[in-house]
């Protein structure tokens, strides 16, 4: 890999992977402690479902909860905590190049597309069908996906308490680094999502760098 690649620059360490995902598709990666692991929106508006499990036992996840609970907000920005349902920390922000993520837009399912879009979009495929994938690969079923993190996008609250799904707030090559204080086994989906802004309605690849 060339030096002068951008989506490298500021990694604390070594490369050990490096992969492109492509759009629509899950990503399953095991992240040790210590390693960071950089998301880039190659090409910019891509919505990344994200959720975490620990390594040693996977009873123990990203917990939405303690984590919005924990920093009394519900935007993860450089320095938030993704904390476990035991309260523990499992990752950390180290670094965004967007000024905050969202916590509760929720993964996209063929029911929720369904209640929203109309009928004709069951059939589409969700993030709630890639993590199902990934996940039973380690033989995790739909019962083990939990509120997931949605990197790059934009989920504001209206002032009467409405949630609205805009534009994201990415750009070509824009990154999140998290540091990973426990071993931890991610699952992503690169949001397949074509009905609603999040995507700008074209998912686009995105690229997965672990550093050590």
């Known amino acids: 890999m060339s030096h002068d690649d951008p989506h490298l620059a500021g990694l ?30 190659l090409e910019g508006n891509q919505a990344v ?22 920093q009394a907000n519900i935007f993860l920005r450089t320095g938030s905590v ?17 000024e905050y993520h969202d916590t509760i837009g929720g993964a996209c399912s063929c029911e929720s597309n369904s209640l929203r879009y109309g009928h004709h ?12 994938e990934a996940n039973l690969r380690d033989g995790r079923t739909k019962r083990d996906i939990v509120s997931n993190v949605n990197f790059f996008m934009n989920v504001p ?29 991610v699952v992503v989906s690169n949001c397949p999502q074509i009905n609603n802004p ?8 995105v690229r997965m760098i672990v550093a050590a």
């Open 12 to 41: 604390p360490g070594a490369v050990v992977h490096d992969e492109i995902v492509p759009a629509r598709a899950p990503w399953l990666h095991r992240v040790s402690a210590g390693e960071t692991l950089r998301i880039v929106d």
């Open 49 to 70: 479902d994200f959720l975490a499990y620990a390594a040693a036992d996977d009873a123990e996840r990203y917990s939405a909860q303690d984590t919005i609970a924990a």
């Open 82 to 98: 993704l904390l476990s349902n035991e309260g523990r920390p499992m990752m950390t922000i180290a670094g965004t190049s967007v």
């Open 121 to 132: 979009t069951k059939a589409q495929h969700a993030c709630v069908d890639n993590f199902l």
């Open 157 to 185: 609250v209206e002032a009467d308490g409405a949630l609205g799904i805009v534009d994201g707030i990415s750009a070509p090559g824009l990154t999140v680094d998290l540091h990973a204080e426990m071993d931890v086994i």
């Open 198 to 205: 999040c995507n700008g309605f074209n998912p686009t690849p």
